[in-house]
């Protein structure tokens, strides 16, 4: 007897937290979702907008006389834990006759790269920032190498202490 | 006939789970020998996702190690980060400031949160309840919204440093962390409704894959799974570091030592972690995120160990150190290493379909075991 009334007790109590369970799924059912989780990507390509922080790429921002800070030191390639950077530097004389280094070309391997951001911290001209672009899918790899000063940039001339 | 079937009922069967299961969550191979249904013995086989991060390290400045720890236990990486970065910082003697304190406690109770909310997720689903993994995902997006707003990563950081933070915390970050423990505060309480009390759920969980306080001792099972055994391992309370010394909070134990004793410390870990985040936020000191480190660190010559509790149990970092720029070696101790060697124990004698309950109730992260 009284296994037959633990046999209906269980059966019924099974069903009691069965019934709790679907209330909660039934409420999110009947009640229209307040806010979207997900996003809705595609479609929302325009309006997307990622926080300021977001580790996209890396990038050299240029000022709008295509002047970069990037004064050819390597930190940033000593510092990648992955060897994604390459800095590649052409000796300069000035009128001084003082021999410094000048950035050709900054080789940034994004398929390398791991976006630890030791690159960016550790610029001692700050010439590096993170860019918001995470759409990085390439056809092939090569394309992964980016070369990351413009055409024909120059560096940065510090401004006099007035 | 009947010969044919007494010899199925008899034989021992081998058979693989993995490492392409869904229930491994990710690549774990399981040899598994089989009687009928009835699991005789379990026999994991690690190395499908190893990296040599221990081996890497050792070419690597202290710095730069970061970004591998991140990528142990994805899961914790704000907890693994934490104990390098600990490491580090008592070899060289340095004092941290507050500030980084406290930022560092509250970014590890919410990675915490995160990572339990995702094992609830793949909890339920293990189980066939595909209705918690949606809701479980949906309470952990705020969080990864928190953490890229501040640190500019969801699931790998990298925002501690040896000597502070990498930058500083986004201005809104107290009223969103504020805002997401009154918002989950609510929710939990419908995970409780949705799959604790869940009668299908119980009788998988219940009294399955037992785990007795002295086999969780002598295996080194810690986290939540030792702690459903009532092993009393939690870092946190008995060698405290970050803020968690000047915090008030329970060392959740549960004596059943049964997938449902670990499912149920993980709960009220969550709430736990809520607790904790919820004393600490309003209090965060002003000052500097970091202390000015030379650019090249050099540890003092010797051995240094920082143990810290991550989300699934005791993580500790064995520094080795010849007073070069390098770790000579360095020693990563995993807590789903440990806890995996006890899925024999436990597994042994229960069915097919429980190893799955099993696996699920000790939620191990694959390439925190392979390394």
């Known amino acids: ?16 937290s069965l019934l709790k369970g679907m209330g909660v799924t039934g409420k999110y059912f009947f009640t229209s979702p307040v806010t979207i989780v997900t996003q809705q990507y595609p479609e929302n390509r325009k309006t997307l907008e990622m926080f300021d922080a977001f580790k996209g790429e890396v990038t050299m921002p240029h000022d709008e006389n295509n002047e970069h800070k990037c004064t050819a030191c390597s930190i940033c390639q000593i510092n990648c834990p992955n060897g994604s950077i390459e800095i ?11 021999k410094r280094k000048e950035l050709d070309k900054h080789l940034y391997n994004i398929g390398m790269c791991s976006f630890c951001g030791l690159c960016i911290k550790t610029c001692p001209s700050n010439a590096l920032a993170w860019g918001q672009e995470f759409e990085h899918s390439m056809f092939t790899r090569d394309k992964f190498v980016k070369t990351l000063n413009n055409e024909g940039s120059k560096l940065m001339q510090k401004k006099g202490v007035e | 006939m009947a010969e044919i079937i007494q010899d199925i009922q008899e034989q021992e069967y081998i058979i693989n789970m993995g490492p392409q299961h869904p229930s491994t969550h990710g690549v774990l191979r399981l040899v598994l020998s089989l009687r009928g249904e009835t699991v005789l013995s379990v026999q994991p086989h690690c190395g499908y996702i190893h990296r040599g991060i221990e081996k890497m390290c050792e070419r690597l400045t202290y710095q730069q190690i970061i970004h591998l720890t991140d990528r142990l236990d ?4 704000h907890i693994n980060n934490h104990a390098v970065c600990m490491a580090v910082e008592t070899a060289l003697g ?3 400031p507050e500030r980084v304190k406290y930022i560092r406690t509250i970014m590890d109770e919410l990675a915490r949160i995160a990572s339990h909310q ?3 997720c793949s909890f339920g689903m293990d189980l066939g309840a595909l209705t918690a993994f949606f809701y479980g995902l949906r309470d952990r997006e705020p969080i990864l919204d928190i953490f890229e707003e501040s640190t500019g990563g969801r699931l790998i950081q990298s925002y501690y440093t040896p000597g502070g933070l990498m930058k500083d915390i986004h201005p809104d970050f107290q009223k969103r962390v504020k805002d997401y423990i009154i918002y989950f505060r609510k929710k939990i309480g419908e995970y409780d409704q949705l799959l604790s009390g869940n009668v299908i759920m119980n009788q998988r969980t219940q009294g399955i ?7 969780a001792i002598s295996f080194g099972v810690t986290g939540p799974s030792g702690r459903g055994s009532g092993f009393e391992c939690d870092v946190r309370k008995h060698r405290p570091y970050g803020m968690y010394g000047k915090v008030e909070f329970k060392e959740i134990l549960r004596s059943e030592g049964d997938a449902f004793a670990r499912y149920m410390v993980r709960m009220d870990e969550m709430r736990e972690s809520l607790n904790i985040i919820e004393q600490l936020i309003d209090n965060i000191p002003a000052g500097d995120f970091t202390v000015k480190m030379k650019p090249v660190i050099k540890l003092p010559e010797g051995e240094y160990y920082q143990r810290v ?8 970092v064995f520094i080795s150190s010849k ?7 360095i020693k990563l101790r995993s807590p789903n290493f440990s806890n995996l060697s006890a899925l024999h124990t436990m597994a042994n004698g229960q069915k097919i379909a429980d190893l799955v309950a099993i696996g699920a109730s000790l939620d191990y992260v694959i390439p925190d075991i392979d390394r």
């Open chain 2, 309 to 316: 509790e991550a989300a699934r149990g005791e993580f500790g």
């Open chain 2, 74 to 77: 994805y899961l914790s990486a």
């Open chain 2, 209 to 215: 894959g037992k785990l007795t306080k002295e086999e």
């Open chain 2, 323 to 329: 007073g070069e720029k390098y770790p000579y070696r």
């Open chain 2, 118 to 120: 995702l094992w609830w």
């Open chain 1, 88 to 98: 590649v530097s052409r000796d300069v004389v000035n009128d001084e006759g003082k």
């Open chain 2, 94 to 96: 340095i004092e941290i």
């Open chain 1, 1 to 16: 007897m009284r296994g037959l009334i633990n046999y209906f007790s269980g059966m019924f109590n099974g069903i009691i």
